[in-house]
């Protein structure tokens, strides 16, 4: 029987990853960086804004410069339990439910990944969808899978700035394959489909 979830699970490969130090501010300062990318895409900036905005930018970057680390010891993307892995690629997945063979979350597309008309970029929904599907892919408990393939049916508008209902269930498995298929709905009304295949990796394989 898989552990009993909280109601809302943020994150998955439970046991598989490293995570942030307890009482770490690092998933608070990703949202806050989340929230700023939707504020930087949907303001109409003067250039006085901009130059003051990008001497702080320069100003940080040349902070974080000197941190640069190998991939293991990086925290962007590495840290369970919180919305994207702590990173901000794509919209924040907030688990509802999970088990070992599906998943059942919430997404919102904010203004960052506009792609135009009110609609989120096809790119993000893929992105989404690569994500979402390689949770359920990966969420059993055999070794680590990557992505093969990920076929999208783009079926209607992806709105913007609205929870909408994503899941993923695996429906076959074939030795070292496992097959997903993937929903995105707002409310009743079917956004995109997905299906892919997530390959084990052999011993070795990172």
């Known amino acids: 029987m898989p552990e009993e979830q909280p109601p809302i ?21 990703i949202d806050t960086l989340r929230d700023f990318l939707d504020d930087l895409a949907a303001a109409k900036l003067d250039e006085t804004t901009i130059e003051a905005l990008a001497a702080d930018l320069q100003q940080w970057r040349g902070r974080l410069a000197p941190l640069k680390a190998s991939e293991e010891h990086r925290m962007f993307g ?74 999208i049916n783009y ?26 298929r993937g929903e995105l709905k707002d409310g009743e009304r079917l956004c995109a489909d997905a299906d892919g295949l997530f390959l084990e990796l052999l011993p070795g394989q990172q």
Do not use: W
């Open 155 to 180: 079926r209607a508008i992806t709105p913007m700035n609205r929870p909408l209902t994503v899941t993923a269930t695996v429906y076959a498995i074939e030795g070292r394959k496992r097959f997903v």
């Open 9 to 29: 699970f943020r994150g998955y490969r439970r046991g598989k990853g490293k995570g942030a130090m307890p009482g770490s501010a690092y998933p608070a300062m």
């Open 78 to 151: 590495r840290v369970d339990n919180v919305p994207g892995h702590g990173q901000v690629m794509c919209p924040a997945i907030d688990i509802e439910e999970l088990d070992e063979t599906s998943v059942r979350a919430q997404v919102t597309f904010g203004d960052y990944f506009l792609g135009g008309n009110a609609a989120a970029h096809g790119g993000a929904v893929s992105l989404m969808f690569d994500e979402l599907l390689g949770m359920s892919a990966n969420a059993g408990p055999g070794g680590v899978a990557r992505t093969a393939y990920l076929h």
